[in-house]
Nanobody, 119 residues
Framework: EVQLVESGEGSVQAGGSLRLSCSAS?????MAWFRQAPGKEREGVAHIWTDSTSGTYSDSVQGRFTISQDNATRTLYLQMNNLKPEDTAMYYC????????????????WGQGTQVTVS
């Protein structure tokens, strides 16, 4: 089973930046960042195949967030720029090893989450 550990929790002012990291214990086929704010549904923020250099984004973060990865260290990143108060949420790293799960964005493995607060 893949273990995922996020880091990068923080509080920033609107317009600021923050970078989240996620370390995976095994090789994966795809990874993603999700977020969930209190009282709201979980939202997929960014997704990437591990053999790709570019990801896909939700409309709410397109142009402000960048997903990237270092396959040598099995580390996923989320660079968040121009943060807004509505970006405040718990952010989760997710991953899968199967092609079907990756194509359908049904992630099997999840991290514990890391809190991002924008004021």
């Amino acid at each position: 089973e893949v273990q995922l550990v996020e880091s990068g929790e923080g509080s920033v002012q609107a317009g600021g930046s923050l970078r989240l990291s996620c370390s995976a214990s095994e090789d994966t086929l795809c990874m993603a960042w999700f977020r969930q704010a209190p009282g709201k549904e979980r939202e997929g923020v960014a997704h990437i195949w591990t053999d790709s250099t570019s990801g896909t984004y939700s409309d709410s973060v397109q142009g402000r967030f960048t997903i990237s990865q270092d396959n040598a260290t099995r580390t996923l990143y989320l660079q968040m720029n121009n943060l807004k108060p509505e970006d405040t949420a718990m952010y989760y790293c997710a991953a899968s090893q199967g092609s079907y799960n990756c194509r359908t964005k049904q992630y099997r493995y999840w991290g514990q989450g890391t809190q991002v607060t924008v004021s």
